[in-house]
């Protein structure tokens, strides 16, 4: 990496902060939940919506989206699914980024989410004005901003990425000469700087749940378990990356765990991956990476707080009150559209 451009120890304590103090819904007893899962299903229907899931939420949530025609994915696969289908309405159940990248891309569609405030750290880590200045420093470099980015940062950009096609564009705007910022993530960052050689500048932002899995720990834990294979998500730190025997986003690890003939796999993500993971790899034992350890400071361990927001209560509420609907000013989204269009081109 040639330079890395730090966020400040105060608002990382303060992102900090926020993570350990998000709310999370309480489960619903048996006869709840099965109402609430009848009732969201005949809403569903009534206001022609389509559930549009993450990996990382509640199983619950996902079986949900299987059985009425919604989808269950990465970034990548919400935002060409939502732009690909015909529903009126997006109920986006993840984070906050994919309800607005729903949003850019569906101006004429509503989008509605079970909870407004459930962000992420790496969107919080790229405030757009900081960020902006600094690209104004460096007219030279193409703007590269990750998926997990606020609507006025993508604004500010040339590209956007994620994880799963990160490496892939970084590679071919190498092979065009061109040098680039990338934000928001430093360890996202640093690995598609090496896999692909170009001259970048990184903004040192984190994700709270990935930045937690421990190198010294997962080396002992593979002791413990000497056949398994590693997988793990590019947002870790560079020492569980070098231990890994895959790399890759949600859904190319879910691949991964389909197709590696080991029994047993070590995987370093959102553990709510496991739901997709057990039924792509029955009978595979799922182990979650070590989170704790010297330096531990993780609030939530292998579960992103704020996808735990998300729940079937908050989910049958929008539905029912038409409430938390996303809205992006027509000048960002204008903006915003030309760098994610761009990606999802290169990416089909
Ligand atoms: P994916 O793009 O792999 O779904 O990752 C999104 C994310 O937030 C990972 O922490
Ligand atoms: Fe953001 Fe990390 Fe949560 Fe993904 S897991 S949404 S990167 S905080």
Redesign the pocket.
Same mark, same amino acid.
């Not at 962000?119 to 969107?123: A, N, W």
């Given at each position: 990496m040639d330079r890395a451009i730090e966020v400040p120890k105060s608002l990382e304590n303060e992102i900090r902060s926020i993570?350990a103090h998000t709310l999370r819904p309480v489960a619903p007893s048996d006869e709840a939940r099965e109402a609430l899962q009848k009732r969201i299903k005949t809403l569903l229907i009534e206001q022609d919506a389509v559930l549009v899931v993450?990996y990382?939420v509640d199983e619950l949530l996902q079986i949900l989206a299987d059985e009425t025609g919604g989808y269950v994915g990465d970034s990548l696969g919400m935002a060409y699914f939502g732009r690909d289908h015909r529903a009126q309405t997006l109920l986006v159940v993840?984070?906050r980024?994919m309800g607005e990248t729903a949003k850019i891309l569906n101006p004429e569609k509503r989008v509605i989410m079970p909870d407004l405030d459930a962000?992420?750290?790496? @969107?919080l880590s790229c405030p757009v004005d900081e960020f902006s200045a600094y690209c104004d420093e460096h007219p030279d470099r193409l703007v590269v901003v990750y998926a997990?980015t606020s609507a006025a940062v993508k604004a500010r950009a040339d590209w956007m990425v994620t994880s799963t096609n990160a490496v892939d564009i970084m590679k071919y705007l190498k092979a065009e000469g061109r040098k680039v910022i990338f934000a928001s993530?430093k360890h996202l960052g640093r690995y598609v700087q090496q896999q692909s050689g170009i001259d970048m500048l990184c903004w040192q932002g984190f994700?709270?749940?990935?930045d937690e899995f421990k190198t010294v720990e997962l080396q002992r834990m593979m002791q413990l378990y000497p056949d398994a294979d590693v997988l793990v998500h590019p947002?870790s730190p560079e020492g569980v990356i070098a231990l890994a025997d895959v790399v890759g986003s949600t859904s190319q690890l879910l691949r991964a765990a389909r197709e590696s003939a080991a029994k047993q796999l070590i995987v370093a993500t @959102?553990y709510g991956l496991f739901h997709k993971m057990h039924q792509a790899a029955p009978g595979k034992e799922l182990i979650v990476a070590p989170t704790g350890g010297e330096g531990a400071t993780c609030i939530s361990c292998a579960h992103?707080?704020?996808?735990a927001m998300n729940g079937l209560e908050n989910l049958c509420q929008v539905l029912e009150t038409g409430i938390n609907q996303i809205h992006v000013p027509e000048e960002i989204r204008i903006k915003a559209l030309v760098p994610i269009e761009r990606m999802l081109k290169f990416s089909r």
């Open positions: 993570a993450h990382y993840g984070v980024f962000t992420c750290s790496l @969107d997990n993530d994700c709270v749940v990935h947002e @959102d992103c707080p704020w996808m």
